[in-house]
């Protein structure tokens, strides 16, 4: 898989990942991350072992491989190629661009196949994947409601995904219609949440306190928001447990493009920067569950606090 979309990448893997694992059951599965693994590894992936002839091998970041790693896999593409009979399965994700790119037209030229992903960067593209997402789950979508989930949530691809999962989940309607999307998102305070907490990440403090003035003035709830803020800065804090090697992607529990995501947005952060945030998060919920106190002054200090990522003004 090759570049695209971070969250089409992944999903795209993990279809693949299962179509290989419903074909070959008793193959073994190994994941091999290209920034730390060796051509020992790989070689070993590849090799038959107690457990199963075949495996099923994973490697991601392919874009940091090292070029003794890329040679084996080029070899070892090369031999697949000549006996396929027996060969393991090599499902290879690169997140696109220069770096590493030589390796990705070596493997191709030795017979490997490569998918470029779609970016999903034009409104059509958008609008297509929301119209693919309702089709995998065997739904309709009117072309407006689908527009509407677009317009709202058309940046953040996993989040759409997840939004038309959630929408097919609660109702039956078939098509999904516009004026059912709209209850959805006037309900669903997490979506107003993330997008103000997606603003102050990005630094644009005032988009940030309109849009949260905006979603309290329409009846949200200043605590939903806090929540949804508190929630995305702890997923933040587990990232970033994650890249410092203090915990391990599976002990994070989390969704893993939603980590992935979260680790693209601590460009800047500091460890003591998060604990600001989050224990003013922690102030701003006893705020909001306080008689005489202003939880809308309390939130707004919040974002300022995140869009300075947690440094003093």
């Known amino acids: 898989m090759y570049g695209g979309d971070s969250y089409l990448n992944d999903q795209t893997v993990r279809d693949l990942k299962h179509e290989a694992q419903r074909r070959y059951p008793d193959a073994e599965t190994i994941e091999l991350d290209a920034a730390n693994a060796d051509h ?29 790693l890329g040679d084996a896999m080029v070899s070892y593409c090369r031999q697949a190629c000549k006996e396929p009979a027996d060969a393991c399965i090599v499902i290879c994700q690169h997140e696109g661009g220069v770096k590493g790119k030589r390796l990705v037209e070596q493997l191709t030229k030795a017979g ?36 509407q989930l677009v317009a709202v949530l058309g940046d953040r691809t996993g989040e759409l995904a997840a939004m038309v999962g959630q929408l097919c989940f609660d109702f ?5 219609t516009l004026d059912r999307v709209n209850q959805y998102l006037t309900s669903n305070p997490q979506v107003d949440g993330f997008r103000v907490a997606d603003l102050a990440l990005s630094g644009r403090t005032a988009d940030a306190i309109i849009a949260m003035r905006s979603s309290v003035e329409q009846g949200t709830a200043p605590i939903a928001l806090i929540g949804a803020l508190a929630m995305k800065l702890r ?79």
């Open 112 to 147: 490997a196949y490569k998918d470029a992903v779609a970016d999903l960067k034009k409104p059509e593209a958008k609008l297509n994947f929301v119209m693919q997402c309702f089709e995998r789950r065997k739904r309709r979508v009117e072309p407006m409601a689908a527009q």
């Open 235 to 313: 997923t933040m804090a587990k990232a970033s447990a994650v890249r410092a090697g203090t915990i391990s992607t599976a002990e994070a529990k989390t969704n893993p493009w939603v980590l992935k995501n979260a680790t693209r947005q601590l460009s800047g952060w500091t460890s003591s920067g998060m604990s600001a945030c989050i224990q003013m998060l922690a102030w701003a919920d006893e705020q909001s569950k306080t008689n005489g106190s202003d939880p809308v002054y309390a939130l707004e200090r919040s974002i300022e606090l995140i869009s300075r990522k947690g440094r003093a003004a």
């Open 172 to 176: 039956d309607d078939n098509p999904m």
């Open 40 to 68: 020992y590894a790989f070689d070993e992936a590849v090799s038959p072992s107690l457990l199963a002839d075949r495996a099923i091998v994973i490697v991601t970041n392919l874009q940091n491989a090292d070029e003794k």
